[in-house]
């Protein structure tokens, strides 16, 4: 009798980690060219609705083996209860318009 209970407990615990879809609206969306990293003046491109954009501080880092930093897109996707942070590919970029609905998985 153990035994069917706690298979019935981690059966449900199982299917309660499986990810939902997430739908909302597209507020913010930013582009970052590929670049070297800790170098300025590489091509930012960032568009939103309502939200202000965060200008984060440079810092400096100890020296290291610079490298190639890939394009990223970044989408933020809200509803009426949260916003959340969804990586697309770099070549979609005008793909996604601000204000859109869209939905992830």
Known sequence: MKRTIIICLIAVGLYSCESKPFTGRIVDKEY???HRCHTSGYQRMQQASMIPGIVVPHVTVPVHHHKWEKATVTLWV????EIRTFSVDSTS????VVGSKVTFK
């Open 32 to 34: 970052i060219a590929g």
């Open 78 to 81: 809200a509803t009426r209860n």
């Open 93 to 96: 970029y005008s793909k996604w």
